[in-house]
Nanobody, 123 residues
Framework: QVQLEESGGESVQTGGSLRLSCAAS????????MGWFRQAPGKEREFVAA????????YYSDSVKGRFAISRSTGENMLYLQMNSLKPEDTAAYYC????????????????WGQGTQVTVSS
């Protein structure tokens, strides 16, 4: 079992930047994947970015591609999401999650989730 804890969410203005962190306790194998999802009030949870834990291959949703960057530190069991050029539509609770698959954009295929960290972008 892996436990996840996000941090770094804040209120920022449009165009600002934030770096989210996710601390993982427990073993994450190189065959696993880690992802970031977000959920705005009244909306479904949405895929943001994912990374294959071992090789570090990254994947992004079209809405954040070119603005966000996912990365990890395997030695420290840390996952990061660098968010640049933030927009009001990026406002949401952000969650990190672990999948036993190498990669997935489907939240149902992730079996461990953090509690979330709130990001609010004001215009």
């Amino acid at each position: 079992q892996v436990q996840l804890e996000e941090s770094g969410g804040e209120s920022v203005q449009t165009g600002g930047s934030l770096r989210l962190s996710c601390a993982a306790s427990g073993r994450i194998y190189s065959s696993h994947g880690m992802g970031w999802f977000r959920q705005a009030p009244g909306k479904e949870r949405e895929f943001v970015a994912a990374i294959r834990w071992g090789p570090g291959t990254t994947y992004y949703s079209d809405s954040v591609k070119g603005r966000f960057a996912i990365s990890r530190s395997t030695g420290e069991n840390m996952l990061y999401l660098q968010m640049n050029s933030l927009k009001p539509e990026d406002t949401a609770a952000y969650y990190c999650a672990r999948t036993r698959r190498g990669y997935s954009t489907n939240a149902a295929e992730y079996d461990n989730w953090g509690q979330g960290t709130q990001v609010t972008v004001s215009s």
